[in-house]
């Protein structure tokens, strides 16, 4: 049997990081990624699959100083996006937010690009992978946007941490600057060791 068929049973040592799925990487949003919509239930389902059995779910966010080095006007790549505690920062309000939920923020220094959320923080300073290791997750299962950055990044950088990362690649978008970007990108997280499923195989 190919792995396409395999289950992947949530358990103990699981644990779901949704990254950065906030209205201005969304269809009508400052840098919205195509169709990054249409992931919402899907990615709730898998939500609600890991609230059920217990497990962490970590929500990320891009926290943006409006004067952020990623922005045009200082010579980054990207419109201003994602400024801490404006609407478009907001998380879309479709989606699930379980009790609990541990929310992350990143790049929320002027000077400074953050795409991975390994190292995002709580309100306490916390990273992700400082409450990885306290919860004891061995499985990182990572879905939300963008492919060929964030959720790129964040896989990348839990890979070389040594933990066993999980890509649901049906819950992920990429924003395609360059067509195949996305592609690509799913190529390298397949090549650092991440394993790429679909949410059709949780269970
Ligand atoms: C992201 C572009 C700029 C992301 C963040 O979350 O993937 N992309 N800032
Ligand atoms: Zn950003």
Redo the contacts with the bound molecule.
């Keep these: 049997m190919g792995s396409r068929e395999q289950k992947v049973v949530i358990q103990e040592g699981d644990a779901l990081s949704v990254?950065?799925m906030q209205l201005d990487?969304l269809p009508g949003g400052a840098?919205a990624v195509p169709g990054g919509d249409r992931l919402i239930p899907v990615m709730n389902r898998v939500i609600e699959l890991f609230q059920s059995r217990k497990r962490p779910v970590f929500f990320s966010r891009?926290w943006h100083p409006r004067d952020h080095i990623?922005f045009k006007e200082r010579g980054g790549p990207?419109p201003p996006?994602?400024v801490a505690n404006t609407p478009g920062a907001a998380f879309h309000p479709d989606l699930m937010i379980p009790e609990g939920t541990v929310i992350l923020s990143k790049?929320d220094r002027r000077d400074a690009?953050e795409?991975s959320t390994l190292y995002a923080r709580d309100a306490q300073g916390n990273t992700e992978r400082d409450l990885l290791e306290r919860s004891g997750t061995r499985r990182l299962f990572v879905v939300g946007?963008?492919t060929?950055?964030?959720?790129l990044n964040t896989v990348v950088e839990a890979c070389k941490a040594g933990i066993d990362t999980y890509v649901l690649a049906d819950a992920v978008c990429a924003?395609d600057v360059n067509p195949g970007d996305g592609e690509r990108a799913l190529k390298k997280m397949r090549k650092m060791g991440a394993k790429l499923i679909t949410t059709g195989d949780l269970i």
Aim: net charge negative; glycine share 0%.
């Design positions: 990254t950065d990487f840098l891009d990623s990207w996006h994602c790049a690009e795409y946007l963008a060929d950055y964030c959720v924003v």
